[in-house]
């Protein structure tokens, strides 16, 4: 047979668009780095310059001003909290998922991605309806003495629940991938359950249950509408970054404003380079 006759459609459409024209090869990337350019550097450097139009002392005082602090505390506790919290439910998930056969698992899969394809604005909005005072457990909550509306509680709940699809939805595609052959055998050899995930399952994982944590840290720091809604805005107590930001900025403070987003700016740029680090250990892999 001719290697004519061996050479697959594929290989001979790759070889092709490999072949393509200078011309349309840098007009393409020429559009994707002015396409980046507009979107993503202009802005970024934008967000800093402001950020420092007034100097380094004024850019400092932005960032220590007590109101500006307590948001950043804020913001740390609720993603110090949800994030672990995914993590768990996200491998519990995918384990599921991806190694059992049950009733529901259609149905599973459907209500992880439910953050996806509902708005943060109306999962806040649900909560308030749920846990406030107007609520439907409102009154009860209020005779126990319980808050969660308009305070820490229930900014961690939104929080969750904007974020609980992404470490499932990273692991899902990836134990199916792998499949359960070797846990399969791991338990034939006599090893239990436990053993089983620490030394077989989780060392298989590890690379994509790093990707989903990032993208949970960095949605959870950045989540503005869910934790609009719940948060009543209240200064020093309830605000996190982003909503700090909008305050700052509906006052015309437009410097401390800029000083205190630089710091999700600089978020996004590390959530970025850790991206895209693992991404990389995933493709040795």
């Keep these: 047979m001719s290697s004519i006759a061996l050479t697959s459609p594929i290989s001979r459409s790759a070889g092709r668009t490999r072949r393509e024209p200078a011309p349309v090869r840098w007009l393409l990337i020429g559009l994707a780095l002015l396409f980046l350019t507009g979107f993503l550097f202009l802005p970024l450097a934008v967000v800093f310059t402001q950020a420092l139009s007034k100097g380094w002392a004024a850019y400092g005082a932005a960032l220590i001003e007590p109101n ?13 909290i949800a994030v672990p919290l995914n993590l768990v439910f996200g491998v519990a998930a995918a384990w599921a998922i991806a190694k059992f056969q049950f009733r529901g698992k259609s149905l599973l899969m ?6 996806f394809s509902v708005s943060p604005v109306v999962s806040g909005l649900i909560y308030v309806l749920l846990f406030g005072l107007q609520g439907w457990l409102g009154p009860w909550l209020q005779d126990h003495d319980i808050k969660l509306i308009f305070a820490v509680p229930g900014i961690v709940l939104a929080t969750i ?13 990836l134990m199916q991938a792998q499949g359960s052959e070797e846990e399969e055998a791991a338990i034939v050899l006599g ?12 060392p298989n994982i590890k690379w994509g249950l790093l990707y989903g944590v990032i993208l949970c840290n960095a949605r959870a720091m950045g989540e503005f509408g869910a934790v609009s809604v719940v948060s009543g805005h209240i200064r020093g107590m309830t605000n996190t970054v982003p909503l700090h930001v909008e305050i700052l900025y509906n006052e015309y403070n437009s410097t401390a404003a800029f000083a205190v987003a630089s710091i999700l700016a600089l978020l996004a740029l590390l959530t970025l380079a850790a991206k895209t680090l693992v991404e990389w250990q995933l493709h040795r892999r």
Excluded: K, N
Excluded at 69 to 78: D, K
């Design 68 to 80: 500006a602090l307590s948001a950043m505390r804020l913001t740390l506790l609720a993603a110090a």
């Design 110 to 115: 459907t209500l992880i991605d439910l953050p």
């Design 161 to 173: 629940f904007v974020t609980f699809p992404f470490v499932a939805r990273e692991l899902v595609p």
């Design 191 to 202: 090893a239990s359950g436990w053993q089983t995930f620490w030394r077989v399952t989780l």
